[in-house]
Nanobody, 119 residues
Framework: VLLEESGPGLVKTSQSLSLTCSVS??????????WSWIRQSPGKGLEWVGA???????YYSPSFKNRSSISWDTSMNQFTLQLRSMTPEDTAVYFC????????????WGQGTQVTVSS
């Protein structure tokens, strides 16, 4: 499975961010697949934003729950992250990932996309 993130590299404070992850080499609805968004801010560790389950159920980190949405387009084999009310603290490299439902580890990562929020 290969994943590739796409989206704007620069957004302004208070704007919304929309990132898309295109999946190839496997179906986004494959049984036991969990598709996540993870970010890494400068000088910080990896931070899980949320995920969409192979059934379409979504899960969010409490840190982002009130301003994030994850959806998918099964016809395009893509899933999307929307993050509202962006601030400079949201500047990070955003990754999309895949893991098996019962596995703690991520078996596939996109290359990551840099998002910078200007004040």
């Amino acid at each position: 499975v290969l994943l590739e993130e796409s989206g704007p590299g620069l957004v302004k404070t208070s704007q919304s961010l929309s990132l898309t992850c295109s999946v190839s080499g496997g179906s986004i609805t494959a049984t036991d697949s969990v598709w996540s968004w993870i970010r890494q801010s400068p000088g910080k560790g990896l931070e899980w934003v949320g995920a969409i389950h192979f059934t379409g159920i979504t899960y969010y980190s409490p840190s982002f729950k009130n301003r994030s949405s994850i959806s998918w387009d099964t016809s395009m084999n893509q899933f999307t992250l929307q993050l509202r009310s962006m601030t400079p603290e949201d500047t990070a490299v955003y990754f999309c990932t895949r893991r098996e439902r019962l596995s703690p580890g991520y078996e596939a990562w996109g290359q990551g996309t840099q998002v910078t929020v200007s004040s």
